[in-house]
């Protein structure tokens, strides 16, 4: 798709945010080698695309729901770095004040609900997001992202169910990266053509490339634009890759997929094809892009140094509802 030049500072800052996203990500897999970070991990870095190309069609006061792979997300939707960071750290300067760590970003304020460790478990709460939504006639729309692992569980068909049936303003982006921990999808039971599973629900369905953040933007603006006007629920599948392992607990490459696939999806890197697109159409070039670099590195290196000299929960809080206001 040829880039429109009048959208050179959209294209920028979708270029930034995947950027920050990867660098970001990279620098929680240092500090959790370290020790800095405690409990569960789980990195993005592939499918950067997928969170920032979606997250740019919503307005802020829209809901937004994903699964514990989700530093992208709570950071495209405005959670700032140092938050993110601090509770990643568990410290008390952290989104969630240091209480849910990596897998339990939170965020009311900016429509960002969560961070959820139960597979699945997440998706009827956006439909009921969406409910609330459609009953009050604010026009807002509630996003669920879950795995293609997370289609095996059964309140994902019933939530499809009732969102189809009740007309939710809710879209349902599954992020297939082709593996649900070490089980690769070919083997795994189920049948994973999964749009084609919308039309049992009579619901409108996508497949797109999830390496492409312009196409997920695109398909997800339908989805945004069919919710909002239409009050109707849209399922998304968007392939896509990670390149490190499920959780910080398996190697990169694992026992369940090849070096040589790792390489040939590396290939396709979406930040790479971003920057290839955007110097072809003389919309950044090689100086400008290093600048991004090192604004995004200069970021994050603040971030570090928050997390690491922020206090600690007090232990006497410890059963306060930091939600409660
Ligand atoms: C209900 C439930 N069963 C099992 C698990 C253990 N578990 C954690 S992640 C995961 C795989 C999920 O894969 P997928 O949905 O494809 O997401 P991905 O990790 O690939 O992003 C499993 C089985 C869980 N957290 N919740
Ligand atoms: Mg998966």
């Known amino acids: ?53 979606a997250l740019a069609a919503l307005t802020e006061t829209d809901y937004v729901f994903t699964s514990y792979r989700e530093h992208a997300h709570a950071l495209a939707r405005g959670v700032s770095s140092r938050a993110v960071m601090a509770e990643l750290y568990g410290k008390d300067t952290g989104c969630s004040r240091g209480r849910g760590g990596s897998m339990h970003l939170f965020d009311a304020s900016k429509g960002f609900l969560g961070g959820h460790g139960i597979v699945g478990g997440h998706i009827p709460l956006a439909a ?8 009050r006639g604010t026009q807002q729309v509630a996003v669920c992202f879950f795995g293609e692992a997370a289609v095996n569980i059964g309140s994902w068909h019933e939530t499809l169910n009732m969102a189809a049936l009740w007309k939710l303003p809710a879209i349902f982006l599954c992020e297939n990266n082709r593996y649900g921990m070490g089980t690769a999808l070919e083997r795994s039971a189920a049948v994973y053509d999964i749009a084609e599973r919308a039309c049992a629900y009579d619901m409108a369905a996508e497949t797109v490339n999830g390496m492409d953040v312009l196409a997920v933007h695109d398909a997800m603006a339908r989805a ?11 399922l998304l ?3 896509t890759y990670r390149y490190m392992g499920h959780s910080m607990a398996d190697p990169i490459h694992g026992h369940y997929r090849t070096k040589d696939e790792l390489e040939e999806q590396k290939a396709l890197d979406p930040i790479g094809r971003l920057a290839g697109q955007l110097t072809a159409a003389g919309l950044a070039d090689s100086a400008s892009l290093d600048g991004v670099e090192a604004h995004v ?27 409660a206001d």
Not at 128 to 135: D, E, I, L, M, P
């Open 128 to 135: 009921g997001a969406a409910f609330a939504a459609k009953s």
């Open 297 to 323: 590195m200069a970021e994050i290196d603040d971030a570090l140094r928050f997390a690491d000299e922020s206090p600690d929960p007090e232990p006497g809080e410890l059963l306060t509802n930091v939600y």
């Open 1 to 53: 798709m040829p880039l429109d030049s009048a959208r050179g500072d959209f294209y920028r800052q979708l270029y930034r945010q995947m950027l920050l996203v990867r660098r970001f990500e990279e620098k929680a897999g240092e500090a959790y080698a370290l020790g800095k970070i405690g409990g569960f991990c789980h990195l993005y870095i592939g499918q950067e695309a997928v969170a920032i190309g």
């Open 237 to 239: 599948e968007v392939r």
């Open 224 to 234: 945004v634009e069919r919710a909002r006007n239409e009050q109707l629920p849209t």
